[in-house]
Structure formats: structure tokens, C-alpha cells
């Protein structure tokens, strides 16, 4: 995982940097199917830019929780509002 770290950095920033460029253009002066065409690519650009910003996101926070740089232990606790607590609720699962 850090070894994707960079390439998903970089795809974040190029789809990004592409979303930008391509708001600038001056689309609303094109006419119809080349209107229609810029909106739809302006739209998966758009998703493209979430996809690899997740991703990216993933690459760098995810390795240290998973125990890349020494031994990790969680907690993880869910409450019940079957009875009401101080706390939000009774504590009757975890792992």
C-alpha cells in the first residue's frame, strides 16, 4: 500500500488540475453537441477527481492504522439505545 502512495497523489492532482482547466474553457459559448460533450466529460472528471482523492487519502492514512510502522491495536465498541446511558447508550457489543 505506501508504495501507491505517490502514483495516487499524482492521479489526484492531474484530475484535479484537468477539472480546473477544463471550468476555465469557455464551454458556454459552444454550440450544442459540443456543449453537451464538454458538460458530460466535466462530469466524470468530476468523479474522477473524488475517486483518486479517496484514494489517495486511502494510500496515505491507511498503511500506519494497518500496523506499517509497528504493532496497532483498536477498540471498537457499539452502543444500544435500548437503555438510555450518560453516555448515549448501553455498551453491549465490542470487538
Known amino acids: 500500500m505506501e508504495s501507491l502512495r ?7 492532482e492531474s ?5 480546473r482547466d ?3 474553457a469557455p464551454i458556454g459559448d459552444a454550440i450544442g ?3 453537451t460533450q464538454a458538460t458530460r466529460v ?3 472528471l468530476a468523479r474522477l477527481r ?3 482523492s479517496a484514494a489517495a487519502t486511502g494510500a496515505a492514512v491507511l498503511p500506519p492504522m494497518l ?3 509497528g504493532t496497532q491495536r483498536y477498540f471498537v ?5 435500548a437503555e438510555a446511558r450518560g453516555t448515549g447508550g448501553f455498551l453491549g457489543t465490542y470487538g
Do not use: C
Open 15 to 19: 484530475s484535479s488540475r484537468a477539472l
Open 77 to 81: 465498541a457499539f452502543t444500544s439505545p
Open 42 to 44: 466535466q462530469d466524470e
Open 22 to 24: 477544463l471550468d476555465g
Open 6 to 12: 505517490a502514483p495516487t497523489a499524482i492521479a489526484a
Open 67 to 69: 500496523g506499517s510502522k
Open 50 to 52: 473524488d475517486s483518486t
Open 33 to 35: 453537441p459540443v456543449r
